[in-house]
């Protein structure tokens, strides 16, 4: 079946350093990829998605790279902010119609502090 | 445009009563996804509902059921509460799923139901 594996957190980061979040999945076919992220006392947001290989999702200055030869869409952003404390969560959906669903890692807590 | 959004905020239940949850999709949005997040569990899939029928569930026991209304919203029901259901559920909306896996799905804020 499918999954996805995040690097064990919390997270601490001063600002402006540079953020890493790796994510590994393991899929049939070919999944689309996800970055959501979970404010403090907020349901999940998208932060940024790839629906094939080589694809790279962008917002907000994260950015993650589709790759099919390692199975890895990990996160990252050049200069965190305190506002970007928050859980975020990768997943992938694959398949169509009632197969078609969202898995999810299981999140990772970044702490940025000033 | 009003986004997802999901009723009570709140919710707490002793062991052994139900619970209701209801959610409300974006407007034009006709499928509708029950999570529970669980503390130390990450998101898990529940339940799927499009056009008024269920077309997937998670690996979760027949007391937790749903349905979803003419008018798309929906509501999850939780029957003979344990106090591992203590989560936060979420639910999520989509346009109609087409046959393309990148369909993005809406979350609201979630419901926080505890289980004394």
């Known amino acids: 079946g499918n999954s996805v594996t995040q690097m064990e957190g919390p997270v601490t980061l001063s600002e402006e350093a540079f953020l890493t979040i790796n994510c590994t999945y393991t899929?049939?076919?070919?999944?689309?990829l996800f970055w959501y992220v979970q404010y403090p006392g907020e349901g999940l947001q998208l932060l940024l998605k790839?629906?094939?290989?080589?694809d790279k999702g962008s917002n907000k200055g994260f950015e993650a790279t589709y790759r099919k030869e390692t199975t890895s869409f990990h996160l990252e952003k050049g200069s965190v902010q305190v506002s970007d404390s928050a859980v975020y969560f990768c997943a992938l959906r694959s398949g169509s119609g009632a197969n078609s669903k969202l898995t999810f890692g299981k999140g990772i807590t970044l702490s940025v502090r000033p | 445009e009003a986004g997802v959004t999901q009723s009570p905020t709140h919710l707490i239940k002793t062991r052994g009563q139900q619970a209701t949850l209801r959610c409300s999709p974006i407007?034009?949005?006709?499928?509708v996804y029950w999570y529970q997040q669980a503390l130390g569990l990450g998101l898990q899939f529940l339940l799927w509902y499009d056009e008024g029928e269920e077309r997937n569930r998670g690996n979760f026991p027949p007391r937790f059921s749903g349905r979803q209304f003419p008018n798309y919203s929906s509501e999850l029901n939780v029957n003979a509460l344990e106090l591992e259901d203590s989560a936060l559920y979420l639910c999520?909306?989509?346009?109609?799923?087409?046959?393309?896996?990148?369909?993005?799905?809406?979350f609201g804020p979630g419901t926080r139901l505890t289980v004394l």
């Open positions: 999520a909306s989509s346009p109609r799923v087409l046959a393309g896996s990148g369909d993005t799905q809406y």
């Open positions: 790839a629906t094939k290989a080589d």
């Open positions: 899929a049939t076919g070919y999944p689309s």
């Open positions: 407007s034009g949005h006709t499928s």
